[in-house]
């Protein structure tokens, strides 16, 4: 297997048919502006392109797995077509993540906010680092979650819980999502790389055709229809970025 190359993203081959997708703008806790969406994209495309590459490790670089969208990159949308175009970067990641023929393992250090968080609930089996943490802001900035999650969340936690999770935006501890049955698992921070690496050699040694079925077919039949989910959020979302209060909120939050 060869490295891939991207500005914010680092893609580098492991031993055992694994590939490791790093999130690379640390300075910046790996928040979301326009080229990590479409790095992230690219990236785990070319991964389950790869025929060497049967399993993926997908984390982030220092104290933080993504602390969700940038807000000092934030720029208020000027048509509903370039609302669009972002808020559909956004979703083509989920793509390449959640509906990819290739298992991913989430290795979630640090924070995982807003969209972030979605990617964490995006993998296969996220293994969280115990000192890690998640919520969702986005309904308290006027805007809309993505990344299927109105889908994915009520199948993993029930309807009840994904309302509170989404409207209140509480924040959540490692243990309390492993509890939830948002984490699969929950380790010590120091051995996380290790762990996701181990596991994702093992859902490489299986047979590709069977793993590839699997997780095509528990997305499909676990979760509600994610497709459609997906178009309701992409809809949502873009009426919350052409919301002027929106850019004012996110300017504020801390």
Same mark, same amino acid.
């Given at each position: 297997?060869?490295?891939?190359?991207?500005?914010?993203?680092?893609?580098?081959?492991?031993?055992?048919?694994?590939?490791?997708?790093?999130?690379?703008?640390?300075?910046? %806790?790996?928040?979301?502006?326009?080229? #990590? $969406?479409?790095?992230?994209?690219?990236? +785990?495309?070319?991964?389950?392109? *790869?025929? /060497?590459?049967?399993?993926?490790?997908?984390?982030?670089?220092?104290?933080?797995?993504?602390?969700?969208?940038?807000?000092?990159?934030?720029?208020?949308?000027?048509?509903?077509?370039?609302?669009?175009?972002?808020?559909?970067?956004?979703?083509?990641?989920?793509?390449?993540?959640?509906?990819?023929?290739?298992?991913?393992?989430?290795?979630?250090?640090?924070?995982?906010?807003?969209?972030?968080?979605?990617?964490?609930?995006?993998?296969?089996?996220?293994?969280?680092?115990?000192?890690?943490?998640?919520?969702?802001?986005?309904?308290?900035?006027?805007?809309?979650?993505?990344?299927?999650?109105?889908? %994915?969340?009520?199948?993993?936690?029930? #309807? $009840?819980?994904?309302?509170?999770?989404? +409207?209140?935006?509480?924040?959540? *501890?490692? /243990?309390?999502?492993?509890?939830?049955?948002?984490?699969?698992?929950?380790?010590?921070?120091?051995?996380?790389?290790?762990?996701?690496?181990?596991?994702?050699?093992?859902?490489?040694?299986?047979?590709?055709?069977?793993?590839?079925?699997?997780?095509?077919?528990?997305?499909?039949?676990?979760?509600?229809?994610?497709?459609?989910?997906?178009?309701?959020?992409?809809?949502?979302?873009?009426?919350?970025?052409?919301?002027?209060?929106?850019?004012?909120?996110?300017?504020?939050?801390?």
């Amino acid at each position: 297997m060869s490295d891939f190359t991207y500005a914010t993203v680092r893609s580098v081959p492991e031993d055992g048919g694994v590939r490791r997708i790093v999130l690379n703008r640390p300075g910046q %806790l790996n928040a979301m502006n326009r080229a #990590l $969406l479409d790095d992230v994209a690219r990236a +785990f495309d070319e991964a389950n392109a *790869d025929p /060497a590459t049967r399993a993926i490790v997908f984390t982030g670089e220092g104290r933080a797995f993504c602390a969700g969208d940038d807000r000092h990159e934030h720029a208020h949308p000027e048509s509903e077509e370039e609302a669009r175009d972002l808020v559909e970067a956004i979703q083509r990641a989920t793509r390449a993540i959640s509906l990819g023929p290739k298992p991913v393992v989430g290795a979630i250090n640090g924070w995982a906010v807003g969209g972030g968080f979605e990617w964490a609930v995006n993998c296969d089996f996220p293994i969280w680092a115990e000192s890690a943490k998640g919520f969702f802001p986005e309904v308290s900035l006027n805007i809309f979650v993505t990344g299927a999650v109105t889908s %994915l969340l009520p199948a993993m936690v029930g #309807l $009840l819980k994904a309302r509170e999770m989404l +409207f209140l935006g509480e924040r959540y *501890d490692a /243990a309390e999502l492993l509890r939830l049955g948002v984490a699969w698992r929950v380790v010590p921070d120091a051995a996380l790389q290790d762990e996701a690496l181990a596991l994702a050699r093992r859902l490489a040694a299986l047979p590709a055709l069977s793993v590839r079925a699997m997780k095509r077919t528990l997305n499909a039949t676990a979760a509600s229809d994610i497709h459609r989910a997906l178009a309701l959020e992409t809809d949502a979302t873009v009426a919350g970025f052409l919301d002027p209060e929106t850019t004012r909120r996110l300017k504020a939050f801390a």
